[in-house]
């Protein structure tokens, strides 16, 4: 996976990069890749399609979730290119493919603008109090497109269980991870974001401060 430099992206980043509103604090992440692998790429990328296999191998329930899924090559291809975007994104953890389909999600534009609209309100009105014009979710929407072609993209989310959430291990009191996958381009935009307490001492744990908003990812297959 390469990264890739885009101006309009840029912006928005270095924005969210740390919005202190007080009490909290706002942590985002906004980076665009490259399907294209590098070497240390290609060998965790056949790592992860045997491990899938393996998996597969060893599983004799071929109607169920997430085994239907990972049958197809085209699935398979598409799950480890959003692993190995979550390898450059949090490049100390060790992320199975099996266990991670787990909690991928494929969402609309519709889900992430409500989950947007809603978490990063703060956000935005410090957008607007900064630059003016348009809204943030408006340029970002613009920022994206120009990227990946939203009408073109599938749209994922990652939620995985507090105990594999490294943004909650790091104290979020709640976190949002959000991939933008183009196949024909071969690209995808990751954009994770998170609230901090800068009320929380150091030590305390995340499990006190885990956010459960499973209404809605309720009954949402990859």
């Known amino acids: ?25 706002i942590e985002s992440s906004l980076e665009a890749y490259s399907c294209k692998h590098t070497g240390t790429d290609k060998r965790l990328s056949l790592s992860l399609e045997n491990e899938i296999l393996d998996y597969l191998g ?44 787990q909690f991928f999600t494929e969402e609309s534009w519709d889900t992430f603008k409500q989950i947007f609209e809603t978490y990063m309100l703060e956000a935005s009105k410090e957008w607007l109090e900064t630059y003016g014009g348009s809204s943030l979710l408006e340029t970002l929407y613009k920022a994206l497109d120009e ?4 009408s073109e993209c599938e749209i994922y989310s990652y939620n995985p269980d507090s105990g594999a959430d490294p943004l909650l291990e790091k104290g979020a009191i709640w976190s949002f991870s959000f991939f933008f996958y183009n196949r024909k381009l071969k690209r995808v935009v990751s954009f994770s974001f998170c609230c901090l307490s800068n009320l929380v001492g150091d030590g305390f744990l995340a499990d006190n401060l885990c956010y459960e908003d499973g209404e809605i990812f309720d009954n949402m297959d990859m």
């Open 58 to 101: 060893k599983s004799s329930d071929t109607d169920s979730s997430p085994v239907e899924f990972l049958l197809s090559r085209s699935s398979r291809k598409t799950l480890i290119y959003l692993v190995l975007t979550l390898y450059h994104m949090y490049p100390d953890y060790d992320l199975s493919a099996v266990k991670a389909h």
């Open 1 to 25: 996976m390469k990264f890739l430099e885009y101006t309009p992206l840029d912006r928005i980043s270095d924005f969210l990069r740390e919005i202190d509103l007080g009490e909290r604090t």
């Open 147 to 150: 990227v990946v072609n939203l």
